[in-house]
């Protein structure tokens, strides 16, 4: 009985982990992206103060 109701847990993970991944994927690409603007942004900022 646990047996089969971890196999269903199982199953059910696995479906919905490749979702969870890529959602989780996209926000951590989003944050990289949003430090590298603001990255290039600080040195657009010291570039203009030179």
Do not use: D, N, T
Request: glycine share 0%; charged share 10%.
């Amino acid at each position: 009985m646990v047996l089969a109701r971890s196999f269903l847990y199982y199953q059910l993970a696995m479906e919905i982990h490749p979702w969870i991944v890529a959602f989780h994927w996209h926000q951590l690409e989003s944050v990289f992206h949003l430090r590298q603007v603001q990255l290039h942004w600080h040195q657009l900022k010291f570039e203009f103060h030179l």
